[in-house]
């Protein structure tokens, strides 16, 4: 992959709906380009689907990581044991036997029991729990009914679909979808992304964990290391309970590259320790939240239903 197959996955992993025009314009490309460029990440598996579900702030839901070095003797299959319990949606293997583990929490009284599993499943010596912060307490717009959950239902594995597809799948109007869908665009209700898997590519993807000299004013920092080493630094990862570290996905196409931005990063004032850990493979799953319980029975005129 190259910068711009980059910027693209990320667009896409913020908002899976995004049009061919709109990531043109954000591009800088063609449109046309830029449906070759979707097209060969599907052809490659980088992409395998475009995805829908309900966000955590719609389901007052948590998310950790687990991570640390592995005793396990049967490691190489322990993403298969972890991904029975439905709270795993990711699983991460990097070099000298660390995996990650991520999972969704229904809510803090899951942690200790899913922590437990993960331990006992990889025998992890000095595991390290990571909890991202906690999301606002939902109000009463930012709750889910019937209607929200099949319209998310039915974009569950084609977030691409089109409105008139989806309009014809449930028997209401387009205009109904449309205005439902935005609501819960504007109300964080919905997450519209992609199931990535850029270990297909043949480029290097890591985790670097940055120890820093102090915790305040973290997201300005975060922003400004995002600006400094763009395009290689992706997503960062924050851990309420662990305030002096900072967490990114790392992309590059050499080894020489990822040296390089390690050391540059390294110089960087404010940052005390550098931890790099280059993935091997990962492997992502569905968890409860693709479960789609049926929310609260909304009736609607019969003019929406025409």
């Known amino acids: 992959m190259d910068e711009i197959d980059i910027k693209l996955c990320e667009l896409l992993l913020i908002n899976s709906r995004l049009s061919y025009d709109e990531l043109a314009g954000k591009l800088g490309l063609s449109i046309n380009a830029v449906h070759k460029r979707v097209k060969n990440l599907l052809d490659l598996r980088i992409i395998r689907a475009f995805v829908a579900r309900p966000s955590l702030i ?3 839901a948590i998310t950790v990581w687990i ?3 592995c005793e396990s003797k049967q490691l190489h299959d322990t993403h298969l044991r972890l991904s029975r319990n439905d709270c795993t949606y990711w699983v991460g293997y990097s070099g000298g036997d660390f995996l ?3 999972g969704y929490l229904r809510d803090m009284s899951d942690l200790d029991s899913y922590a437990t599993i993960v331990i006992d499943e990889t025998k992890m010596k000095d595991p390290t729990i990571g909890i991202m912060p906690t999301l606002p307490k939902r ?3 930012q709750k889910l009914d019937h209607l929200d959950y099949e319209i998310i239902s039915s974009l569950h594995r084609d977030s691409r679909k089109s409105l008139a597809d989806v309009s014809s799948e449930l028997h ?4 109904t979808i449309r205005n439902r869908l935005d ?3 504007e109300r964080q209700t919905i997450d519209l992304t992609i199931d990535w898997y850029p270990d297909a590519s043949n480029d290097i993807f890591s985790v670097l964990h940055l120890g820093l000299t102090t915790g305040e004013g ?3 920092f975060s922003s400004q290391l995002l600006e400094d080493f763009s395009p290689n630094l992706l997503f960062p990862i924050f851990f309420v309970n662990i305030p002096n570290q900072l967490t990114y996905f790392v992309w590059t196409n050499t080894m020489k590259q990822l040296e390089d931005l390690r050391s540059r990063i390294a110089l960087t004032k404010g940052i005390e320790s550098v931890t790099l ?3 091997q493979i990962g492997y992502s799953f569905d968890t409860w939240r693709d479960k789609f319980p049926l929310g609260e029975k909304v009736n609607f005129p019969k003019s929406s239903m025409q």
């Not at 209401?172 to 205009?175: D, G, P, S, Y």
């Open 183 to 185: 609501k819960m665009i």
């Open 172 to 175: 209401l109007t387009a205009r």
């Open 139 to 141: 109000n009463e717009t």
């Open 100 to 102: 990650y583990a991520g």
């Open 67 to 69: 991570y640390g070095r």
């Open 58 to 60: 719609a389901l007052g």
């Open 277 to 279: 850990n280059v993935l």
């Open 218 to 220: 973290k997201m300005a």
